[in-house]
């Protein structure tokens, strides 16, 4: 694709894509493929976005491997072979810098380089990008694929500069790794991410303490070496698996949803669809009737269920209890898959503070401080999540039509047009923005879903010779409203969780994600596309 007209109006890049884990690869394949001149903007030195972050002990994927990647290509997937049925996150990043290798995708992306900034002019019709590396590039076409968990938050507490020790957060791992052998550990935070991390990291400490602010839903992942038969069977089926699983709620097949609701099954087989999908592990659990995630009676059977079996592992009744999630219904949080998790609070070495009891009041020379107790460390691990789906976007300086910046126009919350798009801000592109299913599925369907229909959608503007899309305000009005709606009728509000901006102090608290699913959300994306991007507006 070519541009006539002047220096100041040419383009440098027929597409700008910020971000290089699963998504920017994705997208940088696809649009090569059009013909078009790329370049990717990532602030690491590698590709693989989360799994290049995230090296924290234990962390691996809490959707089965054999799902949990690319669907796009059936030489891609041929050629690679799982080990685990919840592959580690090393394995996971070698899969990644396999795909990039198959493809080359590394020549056109420009690594440690943060976007700062992304200007829109309305004569021209361009962006231009700006790094930290002092470039300054003009494009049509902007494509955000920054992860929605990709902003790591330490909270603000007082006195990290004082202590004398070494601290990490999670989510930006050193790469040589952490030996924690004979330290004392405090981990603060008790989500996915520690209850992964915690029963490594109690192994090698001599002394470990957790700070607990909201006890969490956890069962065992059952992971284990995935059999020859089901990577051949994989292999043969994957692609059709795919389409299969774009047709269901979660962008997943490994499990389905029984439809019969709570109060038409007997208890006794309620009891027995409950322990076969609690012992299958992962996510099935949330499955086991229709309306689990739905309504708060039915939920309370399942979470009653859940309580007790977490209860049976931890040998102390007065700690058990402490571990107990109350607070709020199960799976409106993500569910957490441990290996080994609530066991370590049998070992003499593990102690357990109850942050909602006695607040974290601050990090001293020597610790936590802590309900007017001092917590002594050598090291102290964050484990306390991400500015979710917003954070990233937000980090780059986005001004659009008539200088209006996006974190302005998102003060009160994000408002998209179907997660992919914001009025005001033409050719700009969220890859699982804030309004699409993104973090309640399979997060591999949804990039795949985002990037097919992004590079088809450029694939017809520029050879009708169309140079811009821009969501009208009335489409994002309907969308932002019908994303409300689906989240007030089901249990999701009822947790403070990432999902509703509750974690960080200050955030508005709306619910970000869209909670209608993958099949239905495909359909519509369908729909949009075949009446000519109904809701966007189309400029010559
Ligand atoms: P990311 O992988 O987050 O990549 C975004 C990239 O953009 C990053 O590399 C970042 O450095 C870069 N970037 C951001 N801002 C800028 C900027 N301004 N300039 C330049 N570069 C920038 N999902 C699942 O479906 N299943 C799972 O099992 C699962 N496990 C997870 C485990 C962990 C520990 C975490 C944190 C998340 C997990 N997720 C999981 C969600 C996961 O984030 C997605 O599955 C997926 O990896 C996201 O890919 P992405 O490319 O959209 O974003
Ligand atoms: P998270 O779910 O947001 O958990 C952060 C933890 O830190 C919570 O327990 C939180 O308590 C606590 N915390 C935050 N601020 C605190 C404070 N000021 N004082 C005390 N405690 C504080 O983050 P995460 O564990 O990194 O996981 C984020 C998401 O990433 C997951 O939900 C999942 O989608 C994904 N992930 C997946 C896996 C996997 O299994 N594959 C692993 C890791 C992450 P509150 O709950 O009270 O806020």
């Known amino acids: 694709m070519t541009q006539e007209g002047s220096a100041a109006s040419r383009p440098d890049f027929d597409a700008i894509i910020v971000g290089a884990g699963f998504a920017g690869m994705y997208m940088l394949h696809r649009l090569r493929k059009l013909g078009l001149s790329v370049r990717v903007f990532e602030t690491g030195d590698g590709v693989g976005g989360t799994w290049y972050w995230n ?280 569910l957490c898959l441990d290996t080994g998790y609530l066991e370590i609070f049998n070992k003499p070495n593990v102690e357990l503070v109850d942050v909602r009891e006695a607040p974290i009041e601050r990090i001293t020379k020597a610790g936590v401080m802590c309900g007017g107790k001092e917590y002594e460390a050598d090291a102290i691990v964050f484990a306390t999540g991400f500015d979710a789906m917003t954070g990233a976007i937000l980090g780059v300086d986005i001004t659009g039509r008539d200088g209006q910046k996006l974190r302005e126009k998102w003060a009160a919350g994000p408002r998209t047009y179907l997660g992919l798009g914001s009025a005001g801000f033409p050719n700009l592109f969220f890859i699982t923005g804030p309004g699409s299913p993104s973090v309640l599925s399979n997060m591999i369907v949804s990039i795949e879903q985002h990037v097919d229909w992004i590079t088809d959608c450029i694939s017809k503007l520029t050879s009708g010779n169309i140079r811009s899309i821009e969501a009208t305000k009335e489409a994002e009005d309907q969308w932002v409203a019908h994303v409300n709606e689906l989240a007030a009728e089901s249990l999701y509000p009822q947790a403070n969780s990432w999902y509703m901006g509750a974690n960080i102090p200050g955030k508005p608290q709306v619910f970000m994600p869209y909670p209608g699913g993958v099949d239905v959300y495909g359909q519509k994306l369908a729909e949009v596309a075949a009446a000519d991007y109904e809701g966007f507006l189309l400029g010559a």
């Open 55 to 334: 090296r924290y002990p234990g962390a691996r994927c809490d959707v089965e491997s054999l799902e949990y990647q690319y669907g796009f290509s059936d030489e891609i997937q041929k050629g690679w072979t799982w080990t685990e049925r919840y592959a580690a996150q090393p394995e996971i990043l070698r899969y990644q810098n396999y795909v990039a290798d198959k493809l080359d995708l590394r020549k056109d992306i420009q690594f440690l380089t943060k976007v700062t900034a992304a200007n829109y002019d309305a004569q021209s019709g361009l962006w231009t990008v700006e790094t930290d590396k002092g470039d300054r590039l003009r494009t049509p076409f902007c494509i955000m694929a920054t992860g929605c968990l990709s902003a790591a938050r330490v909270p603000d507490f007082k006195g990290i500069d004082e202590f004398s020790g070494k601290w990490y957060h999670t989510g930006n791992w050193p790469h040589e790794g952490v030996d924690f052998t004979g330290k004392r550990v405090c981990v603060i935070g008790t989500g996915s991410s520690g209850i992964q991390s915690i029963p490594i990291i109690a192994e090698q400490a001599s002394h470990l303490t957790i700070f607990q602010r909201t006890a969490n839903f956890t069962l065992p992942a059952g992971n284990r070496p995935l059999a020859q038969e089901e990577i051949t069977r994989t292999k043969e089926t994957l692609l059709a698996d795919r389409e299969r699983a774009r047709q269901t709620r979660g962008g997943l097949i490994c499990f389905e949803y029984n439809e019969a609701l709570a109060e038409e099954m007997t208890p006794e087989a309620r009891e027995k669809e409950l322990m076969t999908r609690w012992t299958q592990g992962g996510f099935a659990f949330l499955g086991a009737y229709g309306d689990l995630m739905a309504k708060k009676e039915a939920n309370d059977i399942a979470a009653d269920f859940a309580r007790a079996q977490m209860r049976a592992r931890v040998a102390k009744p007065e700690i058990a209890e402490k571990l107990m999630p109350y607070d709020h219904p199960v799976g409106v949080k993500r």
